[in-house]
């Protein structure tokens, strides 16, 4: 008897399990140290002298941990020195992954839709690259202007992350572009790990071993770019679990939403950064949380005129019968016990239309998703705008 093994969807599973467990360890070990370095405390009395920079004392798990940072170089290099690199490589590496099986592998159903500027599957995969090498190159271009380092550099890489956004929201679907937001940023991350943090640490160990005069610019260049990170962390698993939340992202100002939801994530962070180095300021709360609300409710305002605007809703009731057929039609290829619709093992998410009862349990999200234009994906079935329109107006009734 044979194994009828969907490798496909066993696949998806694997990588989606290990770029989750592998950014938790990532995220993890940046918050950590941005910590550690932030609540470094003077060194005094008998430690003056040896080329510390500060300590800290900490206990965990059972146990009193005492960690000391150097300037530059200890007088003697340890056996062992721990590098942490491969959480963020294996990030990079599994979301890539991911991204393969999911976008390019269902281009046609997942990267594209009505409104992307791109139509064609294959130039739409060839855009995604494109789209994820440019952002890593103009945030490289604006990394590497010292001059901008410490007055202006923020600022554009903001306005260049903004531009990104917008440009996502432009080439690829609704649900597709806040996924790239977030490989754009994420691979942002991970070049910051490969191209600026590791090749710091490099030079400065072999100029320690060889005992040439240290040269802290590597370190510091490495630590600006590890702070860019820390700043980063929120806004990219931002991206990634707004595409589980259609509301955020399936209307037209979708990419301005996004853009202010990441700042206010990064704003956030700051509160945390600030506290770690002893600096209380909870208005930083108090003010992200008003904007969170000001965004959630402008956002709202948003979808509803972009939607009401680009859908004309039909006065027509339909039966429940008629309105069951179109649902089994354009609906029932994926949402069933059973798809048909290749690649799916399983309805997505999890929702199966198959009865009324199932209907009004997931009203909202289908309501959404009509509207949006979103669903059905790709509109294999052809679902025409009166038809769309009838859907709407028995879901709104």
């Given at each position: 008897m044979g194994i009828d093994l969907n490798l496909a969807e066993w696949s998806i599973f694997f990588f989606r399990t290990l770029h989750i467990v592998t950014a938790i360890a990532w995220i993890g070990a940046s918050f950590y140290f941005v910590w550690l370095d932030?609540?470094?405390?003077?060194?005094?009395?008998e430690k003056l002298g040896k080329g510390l920079q500060g300590e800290l004392w900490a206990i965990h798990g059972g146990g009193i941990y005492e960690v000391q940072k150097y300037d530059l170089a200890p007088p003697k290099m340890p056996s062992t020195l721990h590098w942490f690199k491969w959480e963020a490589y294996t990030t990079w590496l599994s979301g890539t992954a991911l991204l393969i099986l999911l976008y390019y592998g269902r281009a046609q159903t997942y990267l594209i839709d009505e409104q992307s500027l791109v139509q064609d599957p294959s130039i739409a995969i060839a855009s995604s690259i494109g789209f994820i090498a440019l952002s890593l190159l103009g945030y490289e271009i604006l990394v590497r202007l010292e001059k901008l380092a410490k007055s202006w550099l923020a600022g554009l890489?903001?306005?260049?992350?903004?531009?990104?956004?917008?440009?996502?929201?432009?080439?690829?679907?609704?649900?597709a572009a806040p996924i790239h937001v977030g490989a754009a940023i994420a691979t942002i991350m991970a070049a910051?790990?490969?191209?600026?943090?590791?090749p710091g640490q490099k030079a400065l160990v072999r100029a320690i071993e060889s005992g040439r005069e240290l040269d802290p610019g590597p370190a510091l260049a490495a630590r600006k770019r590890s702070l860019h990170n820390n700043y980063l962390t929120l806004p990219v698993v931002l991206c990634m679990l707004s595409n589980h939340s259609m509301f955020i992202y399936s209307h037209s100002w979708a990419w301005l939403v996004l853009i202010f939801l990441?700042?206010?994530?990064?704003?956030?962070?700051?509160?945390?950064?600030?506290?770690?180095?002893?600096?209380?300021?909870?208005?930083?709360?108090?003010?992200?949380?008003?904007?969170?609300?000001?965004?959630?409710t402008v956002g709202d305002r948003l979808a509803s005129s972009s939607l009401d605007a680009g859908n004309e809703i039909s006065s027509n009731l339909l039966s429940d019968q008629e309105m069951m057929l179109l649902v089994q039609q354009h609906c029932g290829n994926c949402h069933a016990n059973k798809p048909s619709f290749p690649g799916y093992a399983v309805a997505p998410g999890g929702i199966v239309l198959d009865s009324l009862q199932a209907l009004d349990g997931y009203r909202a999200a289908t309501l959404s998703s009509l509207k949006s234009g979103y669903m059905p994906l790709g509109n294999m079935q052809s679902l025409t705008d009166m038809q769309r329109n009838e859907m709407i107006y028995y879901l709104q009734q």
């Amino acid at each position: 008897m044979g194994i009828d093994l969907n490798l496909a969807e066993w696949s998806i599973f694997f990588f989606r399990t290990l770029h989750i467990v592998t950014a938790i360890a990532w995220i993890g070990a940046s918050f950590y140290f941005v910590w550690l370095d932030m609540n470094l405390r003077p060194i005094s009395g008998e430690k003056l002298g040896k080329g510390l920079q500060g300590e800290l004392w900490a206990i965990h798990g059972g146990g009193i941990y005492e960690v000391q940072k150097y300037d530059l170089a200890p007088p003697k290099m340890p056996s062992t020195l721990h590098w942490f690199k491969w959480e963020a490589y294996t990030t990079w590496l599994s979301g890539t992954a991911l991204l393969i099986l999911l976008y390019y592998g269902r281009a046609q159903t997942y990267l594209i839709d009505e409104q992307s500027l791109v139509q064609d599957p294959s130039i739409a995969i060839a855009s995604s690259i494109g789209f994820i090498a440019l952002s890593l190159l103009g945030y490289e271009i604006l990394v590497r202007l010292e001059k901008l380092a410490k007055s202006w550099l923020a600022g554009l890489v903001f306005l260049w992350i903004s531009a990104i956004c917008w440009l996502s929201f432009h080439l690829f679907s609704l649900k597709a572009a806040p996924i790239h937001v977030g490989a754009a940023i994420a691979t942002i991350m991970a070049a910051n790990v490969f191209l600026g943090i590791i090749p710091g640490q490099k030079a400065l160990v072999r100029a320690i071993e060889s005992g040439r005069e240290l040269d802290p610019g590597p370190a510091l260049a490495a630590r600006k770019r590890s702070l860019h990170n820390n700043y980063l962390t929120l806004p990219v698993v931002l991206c990634m679990l707004s595409n589980h939340s259609m509301f955020i992202y399936s209307h037209s100002w979708a990419w301005l939403v996004l853009i202010f939801l990441m700042l206010n994530a990064s704003y956030l962070r700051h509160f945390f950064n600030l506290r770690h180095q002893g600096i209380s300021r909870p208005s930083i709360l108090i003010i992200s949380s008003a904007l969170f609300v000001v965004i959630a409710t402008v956002g709202d305002r948003l979808a509803s005129s972009s939607l009401d605007a680009g859908n004309e809703i039909s006065s027509n009731l339909l039966s429940d019968q008629e309105m069951m057929l179109l649902v089994q039609q354009h609906c029932g290829n994926c949402h069933a016990n059973k798809p048909s619709f290749p690649g799916y093992a399983v309805a997505p998410g999890g929702i199966v239309l198959d009865s009324l009862q199932a209907l009004d349990g997931y009203r909202a999200a289908t309501l959404s998703s009509l509207k949006s234009g979103y669903m059905p994906l790709g509109n294999m079935q052809s679902l025409t705008d009166m038809q769309r329109n009838e859907m709407i107006y028995y879901l709104q009734q």
